[in-house]
């Protein structure tokens, strides 16, 4: 029943993990956020001073250096995720995001907390993921040494909880969430002499899962009374996919060292293979940060077919059919100029 914890370095881009009996729990860690304003405010139709989730309050210290810094702008698209999370946090303190993998969930939840300046705590709800992981434990022998858990912090100190894969969250992880989410809430740490914890004032949550089905190995319903916790649930998906190509995707592709013409192609596959997957052709869809890979080796000299190979293709599966359906949609893009 070992704790081990990595400590944050710049190859991790100040994440810490916390690992215990094969779950996972990373926390990032930045530095301390800036009183200047962010130079994603200007990019989302959001009023900021109308829904500030934290007035005249400033987080402790010990727990600003969690403030997301340098987040990449999101692109939207016709939507308005950022406005519809931040004013799901101002109303009613907690959100849902579901969507396929590769829509830039937890991407968007950090810009979030960044722009709001709210210190943010993430866990990632696997199957190995246990409520001790969340709440903390004694550690050592006797009860001297309690050590609060990403969950019990962010109780008492306040800021975003973002709960990735919550639909693959253990019951009993989830019953305890309960009475967090709701109007009592507080936790009652049983494994704490039954201490009392108070949800802090300006404490946050954001859940996002993927949907449910045999796609998404180890998904599962998300149990009624903590799906009824969420007072507003915000679908997701990919701002280019089959004929409708965003432009805005393609402008940061070409960051990557490539000419705008490759870039449009580059993003034409990707919308080709987003669509696909949507309709059940593909086992997955890729994101811009996979369709950016992929740009990266081409940039490097390679033609795009064999970069391709080490990534796109590679990444879509390890099925020789699938690898193949992959690369006749390159070919058919790059081969019709």
Known sequence: MSLQTRGSDPADNGVIHVKRNGARISVRLNRKKSETRSPLNDLYNVNLKKYDLHPNYEFPEKIRGLIPEGTPPYIQGDHDYVKQMIRALYYFKQCALIGPSGTGKTH??????ELTGLPMYEVN???????????????GLGKENWIDGPLVSWLRNGGLMYLDEANMMKQDVATRLNPVLDTRGHMVITEK???IVKRHKFGYVIITMNPFSSEFAGTKPMNAAFRRRMSVWIGFDYPSVGDRILPEEAQLITKKGVDENTA?????????????YKEGDLPYGPSLGDLMHWAVLISDGLDPLAAAEETIIA??????????????IIESVFKSD
């Open 125 to 139: 709800c696997g199957l190995q993921t246990s409520s001790y992981d969340l709440i903390g434990r004694y550690i």
């Open 264 to 276: 449009f192609e580059i993003l034409r596959v990707g919308a080709e293979m987003r669509r696909q």
């Open 193 to 195: 002499d039954g201490e």
């Open 315 to 328: 990444l879509t599966s390890d099925s020789v059919e699938v690898q193949g359906d992959v690369r006749r």
């Open 108 to 113: 968007i939840a950090y810009l979030v907390a």
